[in-house]
């Protein structure tokens, strides 16, 4: 069985950074991409940023600039770095990774989401 913990949300003022964690569990054969998604109320799920196995990134145009992702494949864990925080980037972040438990087999896993509140 494969879980995704997250941890890092929390409430920040405008400007700030927070860096969010993401660690797969269980048994792993290997992982290809891991991401970052967000869903902010009333809106759907959007990809906000994700990393490939071999550490090509790809990033929303809203957070270009300003967020940047990583990975520790050793750790099967995957970070976000978010700076310069806005308003707008309140929303429900949720970790996913699609992840191999056997050679022949991918599947799509996501974490329980984690909550980021940006405010004064």
């Known amino acids: 069985q494969v879980r995704l913990v997250e941890s890092g949300g929390g409430l920040v003022q405008p400007g700030g950074s927070l860096r969010l964690s993401c660690a797969a569990s269980?048994?792993?054969?290997?992982?290809?991409?891991m991401d970052w998604y967000r869903q902010a109320p009333g809106k759907q799920r959007e990809l906000v940023a994700g990393v490939s196995s071999g550490g090509s990134t790809n990033y929303a145009d809203s957070v270009e600039g300003r967020f940047t992702i990583s990975r520790d494949s050793g750790k099967k864990t995957v970070y976000l770095q978010m700076n310069s925080l806005k308003p707008e980037d309140t929303a429900v972040y949720y970790c996913?990774?699609?992840?191999?438990?056997?050679?022949?087999?991918?599947?799509?896993?996501w974490g329980q989401g984690t909550q980021v509140t940006v405010s004064s």
């Open positions: 269980g048994s792993i054969f290997s992982i290809n991409t």
């Open positions: 996913h990774m699609t992840i191999r438990t056997v050679i022949w087999r991918s599947d799509d896993y």
